[in-house]
């Protein structure tokens, strides 16, 4: 089955620590997103890539860092420097064309800094 | 001032009975999107439906209809015959600037409608 996926579906790190998010996606996809979503929010956007070695930052990328090696996937890396990091993150991907442009999303992986 | 409000945190329906989720949008591009998404509790986000800016007719998906008046910039959701596990999250969203080979790839998010269907 096409998909995204995500793992782990819970993670727990301690503070100072440097903390990598997997995405993998079988459908395809040129591009790829991550999204941080806070409690009785909305998703607000990490990072977007529109193709292999390529991305761009969104609207909350300080303390975030992703890179995109191979087209199936789109690692996150929340580093030391992001002051808030307890969140619920979300990875998505989409074809990259067209006004329409469904987003697919994966499970989502829970973060909590201890 | 935020590009997608939606004024209701929370919303009750009883079961078989419609439902409408309001979302209003600030744009000044001639070309946007508009999606809804459902969030379970589980945390996935559900594609619902789609209406683009040039689209004349309302956009349907089975029980689900999107309620477009352009002029009001509003995309209110309309669940018909809610079910029980109609019971979720709701989100409005907003893709600006994307037209036939357009680059804009963000979606702005509303904060989200929670949806409480009752036996």
């Known amino acids: 089955d096409g998909g995204i996926t995500q793992s782990p579906k819970y993670l727990f790190r301690k503070e100072g620590q440097n903390v990598t998010l997997s995405c993998e996606q079988n459908?395809?996809?040129?591009?790829m997103y991550w999204y941080r979503q806070d409690p009785g929010q909305g998703l607000r956007l990490i990072y977007y890539s529109q193709i292999v070695n390529d991305f761009q930052k969104g609207d909350i990328a300080e303390g975030y860092s992703v890179s995109r090696e191979k087209k199936e996937s789109f690692p996150l890396t929340v580093t030391s420097a992001q002051k808030n990091p307890t969140a619920f993150y979300l990875c998505a991907s989409s074809t990259g064309q067209g006004a329409f442009d469904e987003q697919f999303f994966g499970p989502g992986t829970r973060l909590t800094v201890l | 001032a935020q590009k997608i409000t939606q004024t209701q945190p929370g919303m009750f329906v009883q079961e078989k009975e419609a439902v409408t989720l309001d979302c209003t949008y600030d744009t000044s591009d001639q070309s946007y999107g508009l999606f809804w998404y459902k969030q379970p509790s589980s945390g996935e986000m559900i594609f619902l439906i789609y209406q683009g800016s040039y689209d004349e007719q309302n956009a349907t998906e089975g029980r689900y209809s999107l309620n477009f008046q352009k002029a009001r910039k509003s995309a209110n959701l309309v669940i018909s015959a809610s079910q029980l596990g109609d019971s979720a999250m709701y989100f409005c969203?907003?893709?600006?600037?994307?037209?036939?080979?357009?680059?804009?790839?963000?979606?702005?998010f509303g904060k989200g409608t929670l949806l409480t269907v009752n036996p």
């Open positions: 459908l395809n996809h040129d591009a």
């Open positions: 969203a907003m893709r600006e600037g994307r037209s036939s080979g357009g680059s804009n790839y963000k979606l702005t």
